[in-house]
Each structure stands twice: as structure tokens, then as C-alpha cells.
């Protein structure tokens, strides 16, 4: 059974830094596109950063220059690293593995992270 688990979240003051990384068992991340999403109380969940299999990124507007997005395929992980919180980063941060073909969608349960003013 696919699972990926998240971890690094907590409470942190704006301007500070977490660490988010999401593991892998039963799948390899090797060939697919990770992602980190994030949901904020009344909103929809977006984009926040992905990386292919070959290393390119793209980041949402709001985190581009604060935040990076790092995999590592040997070990079936995806982090990101988060520097220079805001307030508005709070949110449930959730690692998304996806496939094209054959077609393959994972989730994480979500880490919260808090960013207080």
C-alpha cells in the first residue's frame, strides 16, 4: 500500500524557517512529478512548489526567493525548505507524488504549519 508521510511542520514566528519532508513506503518517487500543496482554513488548496524527475522547479508567486523544493529519488523523500515565513503561509501542508502514465496519485495526510506575527 502507497503511503507518503509528512513531517516538519509546527509553529513558528514570521521571518523564521521550517523544514517539510515527506517520505515514501510502498512506491518510489523515481519517474514522477512531487509536489507540496497547501490548504488554509476557508480555501482551496494550491500549488505551492513541484519538481519533475528531471530537477526542474516551479514555485506559486507568493513563496518564489523563500521557499525550495528538493528531492532525493534514492531516498524517497521531497523536502521543502521554508525561509522567511508570513503569517499568510499558515496552512496544512500537504506532498502530492503524481504520474501521468500509468496513471499514479498520491497524498500525504498534511503537516500544519503556523506562522505567528
Known amino acids: 500500500q502507497v503511503q507518503l508521510v509528512e513531517s516538519g511542520g509546527g509553529l513558528v514566528q514570521a521571518g523564521g524557517s521550517l523544514r517539510l519532508s515527506c517520505a515514501a513506503s510502498?512506491?518510489?518517487?523515481?519517474?514522477?512529478?512531487l509536489g507540496w500543496y497547501r490548504q488554509a482554513p476557508g480555501k482551496q488548496r494550491e500549488l505551492v512548489a513541484r519538481?519533475?524527475?528531471?530537477?526542474?522547479?516551479n514555485y506559486a508567486d507568493s513563496v518564489k526567493g523563500r521557499f525550495t523544493i528538493s528531492r532525493d529519488n534514492a531516498k524517497n523523500t521531497v523536502d521543502l525548505q521554508m525561509n522567511s515565513l508570513k503569517p499568510e503561509d499558515t496552512a496544512v501542508y500537504y506532498c502530492?507524488?503524481?504520474?501521468?502514465?500509468?496513471?499514479?496519485?498520491?497524498w500525504g495526510q498534511g503537516t500544519q504549519v503556523t506562522v505567528s506575527s
Open positions: 510502498g512506491s518510489t518517487f523515481s519517474g514522477k512529478l
Open positions: 502530492n507524488a503524481y504520474r501521468n502514465i500509468p496513471y499514479y496519485n498520491a
Open positions: 519538481i519533475t524527475s528531471g530537477g526542474s522547479t
